[in-house]
C-alpha cells in the first residue's frame, strides 16, 4: 500500500493463492484487480527502484547542464534524450507502465505508473517504499504456500478454517 488517502491512488498487493494453489499475489488498484506470480511482482519492485534513480540522476544531469554547463533547454533535453536511449531497458514482464520523469520546469523528479485507465505520479522515496512492499509480498506469497501446506498436514484444522486465519492475518495487516 502506498497511500491511503484515496483509493484510485492505493496500490495494494497482498499474498494469495492462484487456481492450482501456487504462490500468486494480489493486486488492487481502484476497481482493478489481477492475480500476479512473485516472479512478475519482483520484476515490477526492481524496475519502480530503477525508475526512481533513473528520475534523480535525470534532475542531477538537467541541473549540472544548466548550473556548470550553462547548457539552454534545447541542449538539456537533447542530452537527456541521449542519455535515456543509452539506459538498458528493463527486461522481463510487470504489473504496471512504469516511467522515470524529471522535471525541467519544477526541477523535481518523479515516477509515473500506470496499468489500463489507472495512472498515479509518486516521488522517488514513495516509489521505493512501493517496491519493498511489494517485495516483501512477493517473498510472503512463497511463505504463505508453504504454510497452508504445513497447516493442512498438521490435521487440526480443514481447509475452510485455514483460508480463514489467513484472512484473519491478511485484515489485521491493513
Known amino acids: 500500500m502506498t497511500d491511503q488517502t484515496d483509493t484510485d491512488h492505493v496500490v495494494y498487493v497482498s499474498s494469495t493463492l492462484d487456481d492450482n494453489g501456487k504462490a500468486a499475489v494480489l493486486m488492487q488498484w481502484g476497481t482493478l484487480q489481477t492475480v500476479l506470480t512473485p516472479e512478475v511482482t519482483l520484476t515490477t519492485a526492481r524496475d519502480l527502484m530503477a525508475a526512481a534513480a533513473a528520475a534523480e540522476s535525470d534532475i542531477a544531469l538537467i541541473r549540472t547542464g544548466r548550473e556548470v554547463l550553462k547548457l539552454n533547454d534545447a541542449m538539456i ?98
Open 77 to 174: 533535453g537533447r542530452l537527456m534524450r541521449d542519455v535515456r536511449l543509452r539506459r538498458p531497458k528493463p527486461q522481463g514482464k510487470t504489473a504496471l507502465r512504469i516511467e522515470a520523469v524529471a522535471g525541467m520546469k519544477t526541477g523535481l523528479p518523479y515516477v509515473n505508473i500506470g496499468r489500463g485507465s489507472m495512472k498515479r505520479q509518486m516521488d522517488p522515496d514513495t516509489a521505493r517504499e512501493m517496491a519493498s512492499h511489494w517485495t516483501q509480498t512477493a517473498v510472503a506469497a512463497h511463505i504463505d504456500v508453504r504454510l497452508r501446506y504445513a497447516l493442512g498436514e498438521w490435521d487440526r484444522l480443514n481447509v475452510v478454517e485455514i483460508e480463514d486465519l489467513f484472512t484473519l492475518l491478511r485484515d489485521s495487516g491493513r
